[in-house]
């Protein structure tokens, strides 16, 4: 791989104007209101910007193509049932700003490459298919029809399926997600990595194993009614805004709340709610009742403290283990007692990271509370141990009985509209075998059984040359990939690349020998088709499916909606071998909802449910206490504490979020919550570890990463100090994702460990 086609993957080294202030310890408010104004009337119409905040995440409206987080059952706010980020995720969306044809003409991909990833963002929405020829240096435009027929040539000329991958974004609708994996299935391979494969794959694996279902179990009214919530890893504010209301409302119901993590996050410190009056001139709700400042991956150490402590109780005093619950429902907990003794209090308290007044008033939250909601996100879920920092969350769940009744239970947050319901069709590369059965008996092609490629597998697989076509449906694969430079390259190796978007983003800059760009319809954008508009659907954290409507007109007239393009390229590549007739399902997307039905458990009267204005639930065993595990109950866990042996020059590093971000999608330089401004390529430091290392604030530093023997470097970086524990730091992605190593992932789930990622800090 050249050097040119290395850097296009990496983020410009470049300095913009960093400034830094004092971080807030309220939230939302004010600053929020002015800065989704402030992004709407820059990047959006005027008029379009209205129409959608009317209409976004409103009952019989469209759904936001940002987070996963519930829209209430009930009243929604007429005021507008969004966030800041959500706004922002419209604007960026349906931006005001169109790239032609004479866009690309004009600009080599060695020039687009050299831009940020905000000014590829910003340049505007795709409006044509384009193609890349082998040993060009500019896209030209291509038909749809040459499109597909150019793709399906691409994979009917590989020695075998399994030569291909197929990516899934969570923002692609149920539709177009079960459709694109009966494709590749009937197509003959099960290679469908996905983006859950970076987030929440840890989540699933470990509340398969103890609850038989990899979601979680709660509804928005069990967070209004729970007597305590912990929010661990998880920044609220930045990553899923809405969810401070609930909290909110649970505080004012009674509820407590402990946020757990390493940075302390201005969102769960107080949030003011932008539609309350009276809140916005009183300065909102404290929302954290303490603030417990963990060590990176301390985690596991912290609950285990708590258990010893609790268990502790309950052998001195009783009635602090719901034994009924314990007796009745769950499997495993002698095992889980008898290693649980093993550990010794002060040691985990000391790996977490905490002091002893702090642990005392979490221990005594905990002890007193029987209906406990845990909340989490990625700060759980991307290290080694990703699985088993999950399975101890669920231990203490069970030893208080706070699973499977009102205000309680598990909550993990997804980070993407519909990642959630991806997986609920079918994009999974180890789907079940009862999936698959279903699958033959509606169309009658066995489907393979073989395990496909996750993300990690994937690209290994392409850095190899065993893959040698990726389709990615959605989503900014380079910026969302560990291991920058390897996964890169990995690309480049393959004959073609394809993917499908709304709007330029880095990784159609780093390329097979040939490549391809398919436009699709935006989220709020109206899909017309030979019936009609067409209505979708989408799954949220909780596990409702509603329907989502677009309401604007496509910004072009050569755009198609997801949905199409999966049935265009099914059509060219499986010709007359197919057993489906693909062009019917674009015309109608009911048809592809009846098929999801007779498919997919829990779809009973699809269309039908689909009408109703607030959605519906599919089914949760964990939430009725019917565990579908192999023993029938909810199952304890024995999990190991982390070892981490640090030398003395080292540091813990994370690879965080700003607040003008969302996964990839970079929508401006600041980030407000944190104090920082004008600058993305920075290093949050402990001052002490800065003192010991006589580094300055705003100082010039590289950041090097050794895993296995391979050295990886990410150069210039501006140092600022932080709260942050001792030997921790904490970085952006996907600046940083150049040193989270490949082959460094949770066990059993093979998520990247980008929240534990071992660093040296060198003067640049």
């Not at 129409?51 to 019989?60: A, D, M, P």
């Not at 639930?617 to 595990?629: C, D, M, Q, S, V």
């Amino acid at each position: 791989m050249s050097k040119s086609s290395i850097e296009k993957a990496l983020t410009p080294e470049q300095f913009d104007n960093l400034k830094t202030k004092t971080p807030p310890t309220n939230s939302v408010g004010f600053g929020a209101l002015k800065a989704a104004m402030r992004h709407a009337n820059k990047y959006m119409n005027t008029k379009d910007a209205l129409k959608v905040s009317l209409k976004i995440n409103q009952k019989g409206g469209f759904d936001c193509p940002g987070c996963a987080w519930p829209d209430p059952d009930d009243e929604r706010s007429s005021l507008g049932e969004y966030c800041e980020n959500g706004l922002k995720a419209m604007a960026e969306e349906v931006q005001n700003k169109l790239i032609t044809r004479d866009f690309f003409a004009s600009k080599t991909i060695d020039e687009l490459a050299s831009l940020s990833d905000f000014e590829i963002g910003k340049s505007g929405r795709l409006t044509a298919p384009m193609y890349l020829p082998k040993g060009a240096s500019n896209y030209e435009p291509i038909s749809w029809e040459d499109a597909f027929k150019k793709i399906g040539t691409h994979l009917n000329n590989l020695d075998a399926p399994d030569e291909a991958v197929f990516y899934t974004s969570g923002r692609t609708t149920n539709e177009a997600a079960f459709l694109y994996q009966l494709f590749v299935r009937e197509y003959g391979t099960s290679n469908l990595p996905d983006c859950s494969n970076m987030c929440h794959e840890a989540s699933g694996k470990a509340l398969s194993q103890t609850l038989g279902i990899g979601k979680g179990s709660v509804t928005l009214d069990d967070l209004y009614k729970a007597e305590l919530v912990m929010v661990i890893g998880q920044n609220p504010a930045t990553n899923h805004p809405r969810m401070l209301s609930a909290l909110e409302k649970c505080k004012n119901n009674g509820g407590k709340i402990i946020a757990i993590n390493p940075l302390p996050e201005a969102g769960l410190m107080k949030f003011t709610d932008p539609q309350n009056p009276i809140k916005m001139l009183t300065g909102g709700t404290k929302l954290a009742d303490v603030f417990v400042p963990v060590t990176i991956n301390g985690d596991v150490a912290l609950f285990k403290a708590i258990l010893l402590k609790l268990l502790e109780k309950e052998e001195t005093e009783g009635h602090v283990f719901d034994k009924t619950f314990i007796e009745d429902h769950t499997h495993g907990y002698d095992d889980f007692i008898t290693d649980l003794k093993t550990y010794n209090f002060d040691e985990c308290l000391e790996l977490s990271g905490i002091s002893v007044d702090i642990f005392d008033r979490v221990f005594e939250l905990v002890l007193n509370k029987k209906k406990i909601i845990v909340c989490w996100a990625m700060g759980l879920t991307q290290h080694e141990n990703a699985v088993d920092n999950i399975r101890e969350i669920v231990n203490l769940l069970l030893l208080k009985g706070s699973i499977g009744k009102e205000g309680a239970g598990t909550c993990p947050v997804r980070g993407h509209s519909n990642v959630q319901g991806d997986r609920t069709v079918g994009i999974w590369e180890e789907a079940p075998q009862a999936f698959l059965d279903k699958i033959e008996a509606k169309y009658g092609f066995k489907p393979t059984n073989k395990h496909g490629y996750s993300v990690i597998d994937a690209i290994r697989a392409m850095y190899e040359k065993k893959a040698k076509v990726f389709v990615g449906m959605g989503g900014n694969f380079i910026s969302a990939v560990p291991d920058t430079v390897y996964s890169a390259q990995a690309l480049a190796n393959c004959n073609l690349t394809v993917h499908v978007s709304t709007k330029l983003n880095r990784s159609h800059l780093v390329t097979g020998k040939e490549a391809l760009i398919l436009p699709c319809l935006g989220r709020a954008e109206k899909d017309y088709q030979k019936t009609g508009v067409q209505v979708q659907s989408v799954e949220n954290s909780m596990g409702i499916v509603s329907s989502t409507k677009g309401i604007l007109e496509p910004c072009s007239d050569n755009l198609l909606s997801e949905v199409a393009v999966v049935c265009g390229i099914a059509n060219a590549t499986l010709k007359d071998r197919s057993k489906i007739d693909w062009l019917a399902y674009k015309d109608d997307y009911s048809l592809v909802r009846d098929d999801i039905e007779e498919v997919v458990a829990g779809f009973d009267d699809y269309n039908k449910k689909l009408k109703k204005p607030s959605g519906f639930y599919l089914p949760n065993g964990a939430r009725i206490r019917e565990f579908k595990t192999k023993t029938g109950k909810a199952n304890f866990s024995v999990n190991k504490l982390p070892e981490w042996k640090l030398k003395d020059d080292e540091l813990v590093m994370m690879t965080i979020r700003s607040h003008d971000q969302f996964n990839t999608t970079i929508y401006g330089l600041n980030d407000r919550y944190r104090g920082v401004y004008n600058e993305r390529r920075i290093i949050f430091m402990n001052r002490e570890d800065m003192q010991v290392r006589e580094l300055k604030e705003q100082q010039v530093v590289n950041l090097k990463s050794e895993f296995n023997g391979v050295i990886r470097e990410a150069n210039k970086f501006k140092v600022v100090g932080y709260d942050i524990p001792k030997g921790c730091c904490a970085t952006y992605f996907p600046e940083t994702n150049v040193l989270v190593p490949l082959d460094q992932f949770a066990h059993t789930a093979k998520t990247p460990a980008s929240k534990s990622v071992v660093i040296t800090v060198e003067e640049g």
